[in-house]
């Protein structure tokens, strides 16, 4: 009896080992500064954990919500590069549609369909796809790691899947939220001599939803950065928007996380407690 109760864990570890999605960043810990991600505060009721992956390498890690078809955050590495922004052809992820499925890349929609056989209908059900985001006035497909940030052309391909995508006030997307992306991003890091800077961007859930109540209308978008000089912390900060104004709240990492604690309604660490929260 105790054989086969040992032989039925082994057979469970083994099968969690063929999901990428499931086991949480188990694949891809090098994209949060120590291995460890933000702690469970932020989790959602019916959580993915997705190394995203695109030509067989690991881009950067996404806590997706399957219920609200958004993601709760993306952590990735800032590393700005030369590389030109990609065709926005947008992905979807196989492996929120089943768990046994031996997918492991973000993959395009009608592939999915046409050559994997999977309906239009078992893909919706756990995540947006690229209808969700058509005709949606004054929204933008609001990447949370966004292309900008990532070095090669694969890199930034990566970003171009929707769940690393939330709808976004347009105002906000091409606006403050740009300039903070773009250029205060960069003053930072380079000002202070960052030699790795690790980053998590997230987005706080809405009451509203958008495409028939599919998909959810986040209530505020933030991001926290942690700033390395040769492998230890010496700076960190944050920032955090409303998801209907034209306005970027610039803060320090404590203060975001207090701000998160009280929007999620329980205690919020994002860095475990490892980076300067002052």
Same mark, same amino acid.
Not at 189 to 195: A, L, P
């Given at each position: 009896?105790?054989? /086969? ?12 080992? *063929? ?8 694949a891809c810990p090098q994209f949060f500064y120590a291995g460890h991600p933000p702690n469970d505060a932020l989790n959602p009721d019916n959580p993915a954990w997705i190394c995203q992956r695109f030509r067989s390498s690991y881009h950067y890690a996404t806590l997706y919500d399957r219920d609200r078809r958004i993601p709760v955050y993306s952590a990735y590495k800032y590393q700005p590069g030369d590389g030109r922004r990609p065709h926005s052809r947008w992905f979807v992820e196989p492996q929120l549609i089943d ?11 009608? $592939? /999915? ?9 078992? =893909? ?11 005709? /949606? ?5 609001? *990447? %949370?790691?966004?292309?900008? *940030?990532?070095?090669? $052309? ?10 690393? $995508? ?6 906000? #997307?091409?606006?403050?939220? #740009? =300039? ?28 509203? @939803? ?10 505020? $978008? ?17 920032? =955090? ?21 009280? /929007? @999620?309604?329980?205690?919020?660490? %994002? ?8």
């Amino acid at each position: 009896m105790l054989g /086969l109760l040992l032989l039925q864990v082994l057979a469970s570890c083994l099968w969690l080992g *063929h999901s990428e999605v499931e086991t949480p960043f188990a694949a891809c810990p090098q994209f949060f500064y120590a291995g460890h991600p933000p702690n469970d505060a932020l989790n959602p009721d019916n959580p993915a954990w997705i190394c995203q992956r695109f030509r067989s390498s690991y881009h950067y890690a996404t806590l997706y919500d399957r219920d609200r078809r958004i993601p709760v955050y993306s952590a990735y590495k800032y590393q700005p590069g030369d590389g030109r922004r990609p065709h926005s052809r947008w992905f979807v992820e196989p492996q929120l549609i089943d768990n046994n499925v031996n997918l492991k890349e973000m993959e395009r929609e009608w $592939i /999915l369909i046409k050559e994997k056989k999977f309906t239009l209908d078992q =893909i919706k059900q756990s995540q947006a796809v690229p209808a969700d985001y058509k005709g /949606l006035g004054g929204l933008d497909r609001g *990447h %949370l790691s966004p292309s900008g *940030h990532q070095f090669s $052309i694969e890199n930034k391909t990566a970003t171009f899947t929707l769940t690393n $995508i939330v709808p976004q006030d347009s105002s906000l #997307n091409k606006g403050q939220w #740009n =300039i903070y992306e773009s250029k205060k991003m960069t003053t930072k890091t380079k000002t202070k001599g960052c030699t790795t800077t690790y980053v998590i961007t997230g987005a706080v859930p809405g009451n509203t @939803y958008v495409s028939d109540e599919r998909v959810n209308r986040p209530s505020h $978008i933030w991001s926290a950065a942690c700033c390395l000089v040769d492998e230890e912390p010496k700076d960190a900060w944050g920032a =955090i928007a409303e998801n209907d104004k034209n306005e970027v709240e610039e803060l320090s990492l404590g203060e975001l996380e207090e701000r998160l604690t009280d /929007l @999620y309604k329980g205690g919020v660490t %994002l860095f475990n407690n490892a980076c300067p929260r002052q």
